[in-house]
Every structure is written in C-alpha cells, then in structure tokens.
C-alpha cells in the first residue's frame, strides 16, 4: 500500500467484490447506475493562444462531454480571462465550465480571479490557494461570486469536516489514492451529504484510481 490511500486499501474492497461476484458499487450500497463526469486539462503551453485553447475544449465537447475543466492561475489575469472568454464561446452556453487554480493564489489574488470569470458561469473554482490555508479558502468561498471545490489532496474525513464547518468549499473534492481509500471516500461523500454539499471524486494517474471514484459514486446519495 501507498500513502494514505494506496491500492492495498482499495484491494481490500475489490477483491470481495470479486469473490461476491459483484460490482464494487453493489457491495457499498448502489443509488445510481450512471454517473457525471467532466473532461480535465486545458494547460498551458508557449505558443498555445486562448483560441487555441477554445478549438480544444470544444473538442471534448464534440466527443461527448457536458462538463469540461481547465487550468487558471499560471499566467496573468488578463490572460486567464481571455483563456476562459475564449472557452465559453466555443463550448456555448449549456456546457458545464469549472477552473482549476492548483492552489497558486492567495485569497486575494483568488477572489480577484473569481469576480473577473464570473461572467463566464464559472461552475466551480477548485484549489483557489494553498489547502494549509484554509481560512483564506473559506474567505474566497464566502466572499466571491463562484463556488470553491477542494481539496483533493487531503486525508481522512475529520479534514474534510473542517473545511465544511467553517466553510470553505461547496463541492467537497476527495481523491481515493490520497484520502485514506475507498472506505475514507465513502465516509467523506456521506459527510458532505450530510451537511448538503455535493462530492465529486477525483481521479488520475491509473485505470484503478479512475475505476474505484466511479463505483464509490455510484454509491453516494448526492
């Protein structure tokens, strides 16, 4: 097992899901037989421009997305807002547009961030500053005008209970290799239900760490 949350913590759910003979999301309790999902890069690069960027995000939407998600803060505002100006107008209007901060702002900066892509129906800003800095995170949660997701990289569900009791986050953003497996997952989606938050489950790196958020959402109520 790795971290916090390895594959031997997910290895011990799926192999007596195996051995039942049963999808993973059966044995954790199934609420739904679909799940959403969103497209995830939009990086940088030295010679990409915001059309550029448009022509492909616009591309995953052509493939069948409905939600997409791009990276902000690693160039200056005014850039970041030409970027995401030039997204929204080639996805339209009904395709779901989040932004991804990798925690490089401060509160600041992020809510600076926040009121200049407002316009463009941000559907969430996620990791707007550092995930130590979770009174600055509450702060841009509370005072800016787009619904902060975080944070991926913590572990273990009194966390995440802290950063929704002192609100810092709407949709609260577990990562099953990070956050304690499988289990963790589960008890942090059912927080946030508790408390009236949705989850969302990140996933990167291996067909596992994709597979295993998919059969723990199908398993959560919200």
Not at 45 to 65: I, S
Not at 125 to 138: F, H, N, R
Not at 139 to 151: A, L, S
């Amino acid at each position: 097992p790795g971290g916090a949350g390895g594959a031997g913590a997910t290895a011990r759910w799926a192999l007596p899901a195996r051995a039942a003979d049963l999808p993973l999301a059966h044995l954790l309790g199934l609420c739904h037989t679909r799940a959403p999902v969103y497209a995830s890069a939009g990086l940088y690069g030295a010679d990409k421009t915001p059309d550029d960027l448009g022509r492909e995000v616009k591309g995953w939407v052509d493939a069948g997305f409905d939600a997409v998600k791009i990276k902000v803060a690693g160039a200056p505002l005014a850039q970041d807002v030409r970027r995401v100006a030039a997204v929204r107008e080639a996805i339209g209007p009904d395709v779901r547009l989040m932004v991804d901060a990798l925690y490089m702002l401060d509160a600041a900066g992020a809510l600076a961030l926040a009121h200049a892509l407002a316009p463009y129906d941000i559907h969430f800003l996620e990791a707007p500053v550092s995930p130590y800095d979770i009174a600055g995170q509450a702060r841009v949660h509370q005072d800016g005008p787009i619904p902060v997701c975080g944070n991926e990289t913590m572990a273990w569900a009194p966390a995440f209970r802290e950063l929704i009791v002192r609100d810092a986050a709407h949709f609260i953003q577990c990562d099953i290799s990070a956050c304690g497996g499988v289990t963790e997952a589960k008890r942090i989606g059912e927080l946030a239900h508790i408390f009236h938050r949705p989850p969302t489950l990140h996933a990167s790196s291996s067909a596992v760490v994709y597979a295993a958020p998919l059969h723990v959402a199908a398993s959560l109520p919200n």
